[in-house]
């Protein structure tokens, strides 16, 4: 647990202080304007804060500060700081979505229209976000019809170039064709500048303008050209249909929207600018720290505007509480913006009526996401509680450590490690290591595969084994035994060994041989298998092909394949729903077998040496795996 610093050490200055770990992690980050105040609030008796505060506090082990000359100063700092250090108390806004933008390049020669996600880059203006991509595409589509700008990527640009004629889009009038000079560049500019005013809510004025070229057109009888304004001019105002006008052709506004437990919130945030919805945007918030939903208010602002925002700063920012510093926010969205932002709480009218649209949104995304995670949980659930059955521990785990190790030709080894938390990856925790040397702890299981079936007992020797193409008979037959009755392998193998194996029996060891696992992890068990069937892509849905080609056939047609004549394999074919070339393979793999079987069963009764790549493993398990039919 921290110890409380003297509290005349601790200046009564703004600034930004950081709890540290027992490790020098920051694991909180926090802002005063008064830090010897704030700090004191920390040292009181742990049965007064806060359940999350006091947790915070006890597993702090040293408080760091750092003094700044005012608030909107301190307000700057802990969000850097945040942002370095990702603290584990500190409130996270979680986006489980990229949200796509309607992005224009204008850092290039010919700007292009484009659909985009994640980081933003400079040299392009962003509109939206959009809930989908298709949402963008689709109004993307009716614009181009009046602002022809291109679409293209660069490469496919300069392709054209050369070839000196225009792509597709061109033809059906979606591109001005500036790849082939069909526009001039002043003319190009013109274009992606009302393409970007139009998006920016200046619609009056397109409108105004594509109605007067067309009644131009008209009254110099050319039909043509009017008829094609015409079209224009309705894509435009099936574009403006999607902008739902609220408010004043000024007002940029940003509005958020709240519905919160006491674990998480669910944030709304819609953009208007000049009047007009432009996007949307939605978080989902782990409340780690103690807040009320004033506190919660600054968190968000914080989030939403301490990097540079795509869409700009507005005029206001509407907000269900008022921060506990809104001087200092104003202060600071208005440096941001250039002039002056106010936060308000919207009273009455259409901004009261629009807030409350975006609180019912939050609170409906916030009923989904707890939907969601009650689902998930309960598979999470199911997930653990196998995971304990299977490798016998007394209880569920709740933190899951995974890791991968890498080398190059023996030296440089790289260790990297994957995190788990009650089934959820925690990627703040996943490390990577340079390694040094063997630590010396024991290693109690390995995983050969994704599936819970995957996880076995490790055995150094015999994963040793594995690597060197040796295969692992001993960990084969202890898998085998818990498969097969010994009854049923001897009455399997005897039937093997005299040649009267059937395919009904062969069925029946496919159903057991499932069993036990992977078919992969089984074939590397496997002594004497070549390199090239080992690094082969065997599919399990080969067993399920298999089966699926003799649950087709007729009784007669499983005891004596040989029966099975070209009228007889297109019917199988059909009934399996496989191709013929499957059905032949499966009947000459089995006649194989069994002539290899037969064979090896005469070579013991005569003394002779048995061996092969099946030896050492019960011989119905060596039958399942003598043929692979169904492969493609």
Not at 18 to 27: A, C, N, T
Not at 254 to 276: H, N, P, S
Not at 329 to 341: A, D, N
């Amino acid at each position: 647990m921290v110890t409380r610093p003297p509290t005349g050490t601790i200046p009564e200055l703004p600034g930004s202080y950081q709890f540290k770990d027992i490790h020098g992690r920051v694991i909180y980050v926090g802002k005063a304007s008064n830090l010897r105040q704030r700090l004191s609030n920390y040292f009181q008796d742990p049965a007064q804060l806060h359940p999350r505060t006091a947790q915070m506090v006890s597993t702090a082990e040293s408080v760091e500060w750092v003094t700044v000359r005012n608030e909107v100063e301190a307000l700057i700092l802990e969000f850097s700081l945040v942002k370095q250090h990702h603290p584990r108390f500190n409130v996270r806004l979680r986006d489980d979505k990229s949200y796509p933008f309607l992005a224009v390049t204008t850092d290039e020669e010919w700007p292009r229209a484009v659909v985009m996600r994640g980081r933003t880059r400079k040299g392009s203006r962003y509109f939206g976000p959009y809930p989908h991509a298709y949402a963008i595409r689709d109004t993307l589509d009716l614009l181009l019809r009046t602002f022809p700008i291109r679409t293209c990527s660069q490469g496919k640009f300069n392709q054209h170039n050369k070839l000196g004629r225009p792509c597709l889009l061109f033809h059906i009038e979606k591109c001005s064709g500036p790849c082939v000079g069909e526009v001039s560049a002043d003319a190009y500019s013109e274009l992606v500048k009302e393409f970007c005013d139009f998006l920016d809510g200046d619609t009056d004025e397109v409108v105004a303008k594509l109605q007067d070229d067309m009644n131009k057109a008209a009254t110099a009888l050319e039909y043509e050209k009017a008829a094609r304004l015409r079209d224009r001019l309705q894509s435009v105002a099936k574009a403006i249909e999607k902008q739902q006008i609220v408010g004043e052709k000024s007002e940029d506004i940003d509005l958020i929207g709240i519905a919160q437990d006491e674990l998480e919130a669910a944030i709304q945030i819609f953009y208007v600018r000049k009047g007009r919805v432009v996007g949307r945007k939605g978080f989902i918030l782990d409340k780690v720290e103690d807040l009320s939903q004033s506190g919660l208010i600054d968190r968000i602002i914080e989030a939403l505007y301490g990097d540079e925002p795509v869409l700009g700063v507005p005029k206001m920012v509407l907000v269900p509480d008022l921060p506990l510093a809104m001087a200092t926010y104003e202060e600071w969205l208005s440096f941001q913006r250039g002039s002056k932002v106010e936060i308000r709480i919207p009273q009455r009218g259409d901004k009261r009526e629009l807030h409350e649209t975006v609180t019912v949104n939050a609170r409906e995304e916030f009923a989904r996401h707890r939907l969601r995670r009650a689902s998930d949980h309960n598979s999470r659930s199911q997930a653990l509680t196998e995971l304990q059955q299977l490798l016998n521990l007394p209880l569920a785990p709740l933190r899951i450590e995974c890791y991968d190790m890498a080398h190059l030709h023996g030296t440089d080894y790289v260790g990297s490690m994957v995190v788990l938390e009650d089934g959820i990856p925690n990627k703040r925790e996943y490390r990577r290591f340079a390694v040094k040397e063997v630590i010396g702890k024991p290693i109690a299981f390995a995983a050969t595969g994704e599936k819970m079936d995957a996880f076995e007992q490790f055995h150094p020797d015999r994963m040793a084994s594995r690597i060197l193409g040796m295969g692992d008979v001993l960990t084969l037959i202890e898998q085998a035994e818990k498969v097969f009755e010994k009854e049923q392998a001897e009455a399997a193998a005897a039937k093997m060994f005299e040649g009267e194996f059937t395919l009904d029996d062969f069925l029946d060891q496919l159903q057991q041989l499932k069993k036990m696992g992977s078919l992969t992890n089984v074939m590397g068990m496997l002594p004497g298998v070549t390199k090239e069937m080992k690094n082969a892509q065997i599919s399990d849905d080969m067993l399920t092909v298999t089966e699926a080609i003799i649950r087709s056939m007729t009784t007669e047609e499983r005891r004596k394949p040989e029966i099975i004549n070209g009228s007889r394999r297109t019917r199988i074919a059909k009934g399996s729903g496989t191709q013929v070339s499957d059905v032949n393979k499966l009947v000459k793999q089995f006649s194989e077998m069994q002539k290899m079987m037969k064979r090896m069963g005469g070579m013991a009764g005569k003394g002779g040496k048995k061996g092969g790549p099946m030896a050492g493993i019960p011989a119905d398990l060596a039958a399942a795996l003598g043929s692979r039919p169904g492969s493609r």
